[in-house]
């Protein structure tokens, strides 16, 4: 069963994110929203696929990255919850 991962606190304040990626599937996505999108423009361990990063929040952040990450819009936040079989938000 595929999970969207949502992480919306910077990697840099706690272990959020690095508990969801030593939990993560194969299949999972993982979405980064809020301060989480920080972790693009660092040198994290980030998964090679099925990375997607909210817009706005790269835009107010004026975060760019290297790694192959997909921008979502909040119409597109949706469509991936309903396309992953589960939704874990790493509150």
Known sequence: MATLHVLSH???TDGRMAS???VLG???GVLLCG???YALASDLPLPP???YALEEDLAARQVRST?????????GFV???LAY?????WL
């Open 10 to 12: 910077s990697p840099f």
């Open 20 to 22: 969801c990626l030593r």
């Open 26 to 28: 194969a299949e999972d």
């Open 35 to 37: 301060d989480a999108v």
């Open 49 to 51: 696929a099925r990375l």
């Open 67 to 75: 790694l192959p990450v997909t921008a979502v819009d909040y119409p």
């Open 79 to 81: 469509a991936l919850s």
């Open 85 to 89: 079989s589960k939704v874990n938000s």
